[in-house]
């Protein structure tokens, strides 16, 4: 590596050595509170290791406020600030290229990870057993790190490569970020749960303090996976939020296990049974991130997936790393599973104790199967067969759990921990008639499958009930929970009754047409000044839509926006595939987005109320 830079050397000098200090003192620090953490050390503090861990993030935050400096500044002496940059990028793209690439991404998680070990470590939140695995989980973010090096050195450029400008996205600059901080918290529960196992009394009082921390992760994984889904809709152009790609899946299997996790901690915070649940949940929430980390950054889906990041030599070094320390975690469990207490669940099926354990189980069973087929290229490609599975697949394997999740909905607001409610004739009429609605809008739009028709009436009942029994349940449990059902109800409208006119004709002086009974015109397009976009003006229903596309630097095509017309009805989605135009409706898709905000929100104010329960429960413990 040179360090020979004409211009802006010291900003190269102090961020390098701030980066590789930083790196020195976490591994440092690992070792110290390892060897602490046994015999009769493990309860004394070590002002010394704190001081270094202390410097450990002082220099990390230096190291990346000077690489954000770099950035900002066009050094394109950094090979990574080349490949992702240029000059003429406007501001936030600037910032945003810190996590466009791999290098960038690990950086921005180990910068989020150290500062939440500060938070923990000065607030003395953390036991010694458990913060050495947060230490240890820090030396595992510096070896991707070494591994994949921001701050490696090239040549002089005078302008950069540039980002994709599929990224040049506002929903593209903030969905990286929030999903890295969700998958940075999801490490507390994990160390939690690890930590709790060493220590010299196992008790219940790892549940309490991971329970807000991964209702934080959840709520920040999920916002970011909504994001990620909203901007593929705005911005691709084909057609969807959603498509099962596997890097897509990577993130939402940690969501799912982390909405089992979310789950069973509230059952083990208020019953004894499924502790041992728990603890396995929480560790593999983690694990399963670290997991998808491989299978994106591998090069084991270049061929499955435009998301995936490229593969080079590095990824046998990457796969051996993660997954011995997945393993190790794994053993570490088996091995102490006998010390966790633990007792039987009740054994009726009305009570809230098993509606939560329902609900962890059945977030389990869909992890399992997008598992399954998200590792299906990998299993694969190492028995010498290359393929991945077919998005059907996904389609017909969870429309029977997520019908038994909007059913299991359905009757969570009757189930008390004491035994169930009666519900009344009345209420009882009014569930009825919902069941019909959604059978009726059914039919409305054409969806004539038992199953799609059971999985919209059945959220029109989770619906309803939580909107008449809302006094069961908490506000935050009946904002998620109905977020849940607006979201499959949407779902199923939006795919399955969405309907396609291709084969529109683009040209200035094609007459209008009448699509959908209403007139679509081209009204000409325009070129940007400096020749890298074009915009194409149409107007549908006498409300204005521009396609946009835009070009690189030798002329080619690299992006087609859709242009989209809103209404509460539905969307009118308007792609051009090769200068074939297809017109398509998506109906009631608000609901999607919809849902999404009620489960953003409902997570949102669970959280708060964790924290507060969290702060008075570890008060009574300590006043005990």
Known sequence: MSFEVSKGGNVVVIGVVSFYVSCLFSIIVFIGYLFSSFGNSVNK???????IYYLAVLFIVVASMFYMQAILSNKFQYIYIYNYSSINLTFWYKVAVFWAGQEGSFLLWMLIHSVLGFYFLKSGKMNRPTFTFYAMIQVLLVIFL?????????????????????????????????????YSVFAIPFVYALGDLFSAKPSTEWIARSLPWALFAWLFLGAGIFIGGYWAYKTLGWGGYWGWDPVENASFIPWLTGGALVHLLYLSRAHEGGRRLTHFTAILTFSLILYGTFLTRSGVLNDFSVHAFRGDDSASLLAIVIFVFIGAAFVIFLFKYRSIQSVSLPNTLFSRAFILMTGGMLFYALAVLVFIGT???????????????????????????????????????????????????????????????GCILCIYYQIYNPLYIAVVSFSAVAISMHLIKYKSISLPACLAHVGIALLCAGIIFSSVASTTRDGLVFAKETPPLIVYNMQFMYNGGSMSEDGMAADYNFTFDGMPMTLVTKLNTEGQIVLKKPAILHKFTGDYYLADLNRDLTLSFKPLIILVWIGCTFI?????????????NESCHITGILKK
């Not at 600059?173 to 999903?179: A, G, L, Q, T």
């Not at 953003?600 to 507060?612: A, D």
């Open 146 to 182: 070494l591994i994949k090096n921001p701050f490696m050195l090239g040549g002089m450029h005078l302008d950069g490569a540039g980002m994709n400008p599929l990224l040049q996205d506002f929903w593209m600059v903030i969905h990286p970020p929030i999903i890295f901080i969700g």
């Open 45 to 51: 503090k070590s002002p010394w290791l704190d001081k």
């Open 375 to 437: 590792s299906t290229p990998l299993v694969s490609t190492m028995i010498g067969s290359p393929q991945n599975i077919d998005i059907t697949f996904y389609n017909h394997s969870i429309l029977l759990p997520v019908l038994i999740v909007l059913a299991a909905l359905s009757f969570c607001p009757l189930i008390m921990w004491n035994g169930r409610q009666k519900l009344g004739r009345r209420k009882s009429f009014f569930l009825i008639l919902s069941f019909l609605l």
């Open 600 to 612: 953003t929100v409902g997570c949102f104010f669970s959280l708060i109320q964790s924290f507060k």
